[in-house]
């Protein structure tokens, strides 16, 4: 076998035994013909990362935001993550103000 054809044989092979388990991958075993499997599953990750992203309104301010979980724009989160680690001082400033 030439050296590159072996060198491909084990980076394959390597593969195969992925997180030590011997057992063959069932997305790229070409022998199996399960090969067709790991080519959905890429190209349902490829549309899941350019789909359009859902964004909600912000909770404080109505900046539309992606974080759903939280629904908090950056600037708000930061801004509330702040208050909260200190609120005196932010008590403080907002009265000199």
Same mark, same amino acid.
């Given at each position: 076998?030439?050296?590159?054809?072996?060198?491909?044989?084990?980076?394959?092979?390597?593969?195969?035994?992925?997180?030590?388990?011997?057992?063959?991958? +069932?997305? $790229?075993?070409?022998?199996?013909?399960?090969?067709?499997?790991? !080519?959905? #599953?890429?190209? /349902?990750?490829? &549309?899941?990362?350019?789909?359009? +992203?859902? $964004?909600?309104?912000?909770?404080?301010?109505?900046?539309?935001? !992606?974080? #759903?979980?939280? /629904?908090?724009? &950056?600037?708000?989160?930061?801004?509330?993550?702040?208050?909260?680690?200190?609120?005196?001082?932010?008590?403080?400033?907002?009265?000199?103000?």
């Amino acid at each position: 076998m030439q050296p590159d054809a072996q060198l491909r044989m084990q980076v394959y092979q390597e593969g195969q035994r992925a997180f030590n388990s011997g057992a063959a991958c +069932p997305y $790229t075993d070409w022998r199996a013909g399960t090969w067709a499997k790991g !080519r959905a #599953v890429a190209e /349902k990750h490829h &549309a899941d990362l350019t789909r359009e +992203p859902e $964004t909600v309104p912000c909770g404080v301010c109505d900046t539309p935001t !992606r974080m #759903v979980g939280t /629904k908090r724009c &950056a600037r708000c989160w930061e801004l509330e993550a702040r208050i909260k680690a200190d609120p005196d001082l932010a008590r403080q400033i907002l009265e000199s103000l």
